[in-house]
């Protein structure tokens, strides 16, 4: 299994709604990433683990909450978020920090 | 700091013809890896290839080929005979070893639009 898969592929949501955005991988990869990509802009992270633990967090908003359960998984809890906040969320892997990262094919996500 | 600069941001070609995508990038380390992404309209990020610092040796993949040159800090990538399957959005994008290990950060450059027309 050679993918990064990632689920919803589209989610709209309230300001007031709770959602979580849920990334996998099967490759043994122990590095995950989160970006976020504005329509016309490059991806620009927003958290690093490694080894299932927090390594970076590029200074992103609480409402905002990052989850690494196992080796495998990657969530990205949603609460309370803005109009701005409506753009691509992709989600990447790689076998170890400075490796190649591979992408899943993003969730596209609208805040009402 | 590090910066990446695609100075094209739309290029439009047809099919057949061999385009270059330009890709200048700043560093103060010695050790950094550069990386080649397409993204089809599909919105997946594609890795077609990185190269480490110290390996300057130009690579080619099938129609594909990029040309590294530490003396100008550029990492260009060719297409040679382009198809409309190559329409897509491609990123530079530079990558430095931090000195705590808390992460591989990737830089990415502003994107350039490839549109191929039949």
């Known amino acids: 299994d050679t993918e990064v898969t990632q689920t919803p592929k589209h989610l709209v949501m309230g300001m007031t709604n709770k959602k979580s955005l849920k990334c996998e991988q099967h490759m043994g990869h122990r590095a995950m990433y989160w970006y976020k990509q504005k329509a016309k802009k490059p991806p620009e992270l927003m958290f690093v683990?490694?080894?299932?633990?927090?390594?970076i967090n590029e200074s992103v908003p609480s409402r905002f909450s990052p989850e690494c359960p196992n080796s495998s998984l990657l969530n990205l809890h949603l609460h309370a978020l803005q109009p701005e906040d409506s753009a691509l969320y992709l989600c990447?892997?790689?076998?170890?920090?400075?490796?190649?990262?591979?992408f899943g094919p993003g969730t596209r996500l609208t805040v009402l | 700091a590090q910066k990446v600069t695609q100075a094209q941001t739309e290029i439009s070609v047809v099919e057949k013809e061999d385009v270059t995508l330009d890709c200048v990038y700043e560093t103060r380390d010695t050790t950094y890896y550069l990386f080649w992404y397409k993204q089809p309209p599909s919105g997946e990020l594609v890795f077609l290839i990185r190269?480490?610092?110290?390996?300057?040796q130009n690579e080619i993949s099938g129609r594909y080929s990029w040309n590294f040159q530490k003396s100008t800090s550029s990492f260009n990538f060719t297409i040679t005979a382009s198809q409309v399957v190559d329409s897509a959005v491609y990123f530079c994008a530079l990558s430095e070893r931090r000195n705590n290990n808390a992460g591989n950060m990737l830089t990415f450059g502003g994107g350039t639009r490839l549109m191929v027309k039949p």
């Open positions: 990447a892997s790689s076998l170890h920090l400075a490796g190649e990262q591979f």
């Open positions: 190269r480490n610092s110290f390996d300057e």
């Open positions: 683990y490694s080894y299932e633990k927090l390594s």
